[in-house]
């Protein structure tokens, strides 16, 4: 480890880990519930399940791409960070404040938690994935902004390259993006439109600079090939991801009462959105391919090739199956859309994070790798996680294929909650793919733990030779 500062991230990445258990855990309760739908209700109802499930995959994300900017800018700035102090500050403002919410939705009724928290003096409540409380909103911009202060001091008195300046950009955008989620019109059109600037723009906007800037780090650290090389697949990848997700948004937009002219450029230019995370993969592949030296890291190495690849089948192929206008006709809100959402979640950002938390945390306890055993356990819950997500994704892209030609497509369709008893099936296989998910979650932790022969730190020097 290079600059003392980085050791801040070390908390991000362990208080990230916990609550990725977490979300997993309610996922799977979640996923019991589909099935046996009065399980733990009324302690957990199935709307509270999911909440805290989406809520937390947003919070764990946030505190990943928080501790992959603490650790990597000051080794591309050269220079420690700017407070080390006020990381510390904002990550236990931020946990505090997540870990309070999430017990609010567990231990009150949403209208309750709306009432006690002053929901009523500036509305912001009640919409998918914006659940949080006003005053949670308040924190979480007011730690956006002393988060992207720190580091980007950091970034203005030090070296500025590709990678802290692409990732410095998602950041900001990521922040600028969350201040739609004040803006809550009483006309549902005018909702949905807007609100689709926090999520869409967020994970197919600026979250995709973040995930570029912090795999070409990895990369440049683990294959030693020319950062100028790898600089310009960044520039690329990022012009195409910013080209058509910005203009992308537009396939959310087909059905709720904006204007028909959307349902072709949604059309256009999602069906281009395969297109960088397909150049990901090219990248990913060809820099170790090139590589110049043999990293001792192998597992994330391998986490990070398996980000490419996950990505481009996640978001770029399964989001391509259904965001055709005439297509999405059909599919819109099915399990198809889930389908997408697991895979393209997991892929694009459950992966990087993990991937520069295998790449970091052993350089933060002081080696340059974890020993030979604790990697091939990592390796295990690569493919354990993995493998499981894709069996997740194919379950429930059969529920969707089924529920849209039984509830849609059919001369007699079927009601909704009809439909879900025939796909149930479908939803058992998912929960027990979910089950082995979690398994391989539980030795990744594992893996963090297990001794063995250690692999000395790489010197100094080695490690800012890129």
Do not use: C
């Not at 730690?143 to 990678?163: D, H, P």
């Amino acid at each position: 480890m290079q600059y003392s500062s980085q050791a801040v991230a070390k908390p991000y990445f362990i208080a990230a880990i916990g609550l990725f258990v977490g979300q997993i855990l309610f996922g799977l309760i979640m996923g019991l519930q589909y099935v046996v739908g009065d399980f733990l209700f009324p302690a957990i109802p199935f709307n509270i399940a999911r909440m805290v499930h989406t809520n937390l995959l947003i919070v764990w994300v946030l505190f990943g791409f928080m501790g992959a900017a603490y650790y990597l800018i000051p080794e591309e700035a050269e220079k420690e960070l700017h407070s080390p102090l006020l990381a510390i500050v904002l990550f236990w403002t931020f946990l505090i404040a997540g870990v309070l919410t999430i017990l609010g939705y567990l231990l009150m009724s949403y209208a309750k938690l709306a009432a006690f928290t002053g929901n009523s003096f500036l509305p912001t409540m009640g919409r998918e994935f914006l659940e949080q409380p006003t005053i949670t909103k308040i924190g979480i911009v007011i730690v956006a902004l002393g988060f992207i202060y720190n580091v980007g001091m950091t970034v203005l008195q030090g070296r500025k390259t590709v990678v802290n300046l692409v990732l410095m950009t998602g950041l900001i955008g990521l922040a600028v993006m969350f201040l739609f989620s004040f803006y809550n019109p009483s006309n549902l059109v005018l909702d949905k439109y807007y609100w689709w600037w926090v999520v869409h723009l967020w994970v197919e906007g600026v979250w995709e600079l973040i995930l570029g800037s912090i795999l070409a780090f990895v990369l440049i650290k683990i294959t030693g090939v020319d950062r100028e090389v790898i600089e310009k697949w960044l520039y690329v990848i990022i012009a195409m991801a910013l080209i058509t997700g910005i203009i992308g948004t537009g396939h959310h937009y087909y059905w709720i009462g904006t204007p028909e002219y959307w349902q072709w450029w949604g059309s256009v230019f999602s069906a281009l959105e395969p297109l960088p995370f397909f150049l990901m993969t090219v990248f990913a592949f060809n820099m170790v391919n090139r590589r110049r030296r043999e990293h001792p890291n192998k597992a994330a190495t391998l986490w990070a090739l398996g980000t490419a690849v996950m990505a481009f089948l996640g978001a770029g192929v399964w989001g391509f199956l259904h965001t055709l206008a005439p297509i999405n006709y059909y599919t819109h809100g099915t399990q198809i859309t889930a389908a997408h959402g697991h895979m393209a979640f997991y892929g694009a950002y459950v992966m990087i994070v993990l991937t520069i938390i295998s790449y970091a945390m052993p350089l933060l306890r002081g080696r340059a790798a974890n020993s030979n055993k604790a990697q091939v356990l990592e390796m295990w819950s690569f493919w354990l996680m993995s493998i499981a997500m894709v069996f997740i994704t194919l379950f429930l892209t059969a529920a969707g294929i089924l529920q849209v030609y039984l509830q849609r497509a059919t001369d007699t369709p079927l009601a909704f909650m009809a439909v879900q008893e025939k796909v149930a099936l479908f939803y058992w296989l998912r929960e027990t793919a979910g089950l082995v998910f979690f398994i391989g979650l539980v030795i990744y932790l594992i893996s963090f733990f297990v001794t063995g022969e250690q692999k000395l730190a790489v010197p100094a020097g080695a490690t800012a030779m890129n």
